[in-house]
Nanobody, 121 residues
């Protein structure tokens, strides 16, 4: 019953900004690593950024300096602020998290359904 739900995608002009959100819900004991991935049309899914539980972050080279990942542990939410967007950023963005449940205390990978970001030129 664990779910990750992304929101905030849409159509934006090149150079613009969007802020994505991902909320985890269900019988969650703990949320460890939270990540954003994306998959552009005709391409493989690629890692974008991660945020550890202590707030440590890292980014793929293609988005470093433009995107900011953050999280609010009390809300079980991770955000992705995307700035200076380029047409190459067009993709379905997926939320991923390592989550331990009360039924199984091991950390397992969970995925959201994705939210589409389209950047027009």
């Amino acid at each position: 019953q664990v779910q990750l739900v992304e929101s905030g995608g849409g159509l934006v002009q090149a150079g613009g900004s969007l802020r994505l959100s991902c909320v985890a819900s269900g019988t969650i004991f703990s949320v460890n690593m939270m990540r954003w991935y994306r998959q552009a049309p005709g391409k493989q899914r690629e890692w974008v950024a991660y945020a550890e539980i202590d707030g440590s972050t890292d980014y793929a080279a293609s988005v470093k300096g433009r995107f900011i990942i953050s999280r609010e542990n009390a809300k079980k939410t991770v955000y992705l602020e995307m700035n200076s967007l380029k047409p190459e950023d067009t993709a379905v963005y997926y939320c991923n998290a390592e989550i331990a449940t009360y039924a199984d205390y091991r950390y397992l990978d969970f995925w959201g359904q994705g939210t589409l970001v389209t950047v027009s030129s």
